[in-house]
């Protein structure tokens, strides 16, 4: 029996935002990517005033759950608590790929919070051999997209895509990220 390839997605912050807002980017997903891949949507703790803290420990518990080669994939606030998160403790698991979508950048240049500071020399500190993503749409009125170019300097390694006319929900389509993860699965060259 096959296993199915596990995706860890991790939702964005406030009121609403799991049932009324991600499901309909974790519902994308599972049309795209079919039967043979798994969906992991945790509910985070708090979706209304996301904590880092609190998220990080959801988190912590989520990724020891899951198989190697998983994928991961963290929506706005989700994102960057993601990104951070698995910056400050490396990990014993491979994942086959991270992707942030629509990830407000928090640090210099980008949004300030008095919670948590980022992870200084993020790229450095994750693991070269998983790709990342970042995917960013120019409509975005919440996250703006010059985030995206903060987070592709402080990732270098970080393949970036902007998507003309998609607002923060990317307009509830994730084809593009179906379309790279099913040919990381395959083996292929994968595409921004």
Known sequence: MRIKRQVLFVQGGGEGTHDDWDAKLVESLRSELGPTYEIRY??????????????????????????????LIGHSIGGTILINALAEHPRKREFGAIFLIAAPFVGEGGWQSDGWKPQPELGGKLPREVPIYLYHGLDDDTAPPSHAELFAHAIPQA??????????????????????????????????
Not at 50 to 69: G, I, M
């Open 159 to 192: 393949h970036l895509r902007h998507l003309p006319g998609r607002d923060h929900q990317l307009n509830n389509d994730l084809s593009e990220i179906a379309a790279v993860i099913r040919s990381l699965a395959s083996d292929a060259t994968p595409r921004c």
């Open 42 to 71: 945790p509910r985070m703790p708090n979706e209304d005033d996301p904590s880092y803290v609190k998220w990080k420990a959801t988190l912590e518990k989520e990724l020891a759950a899951l198989n190697d080669d998983a994928v």
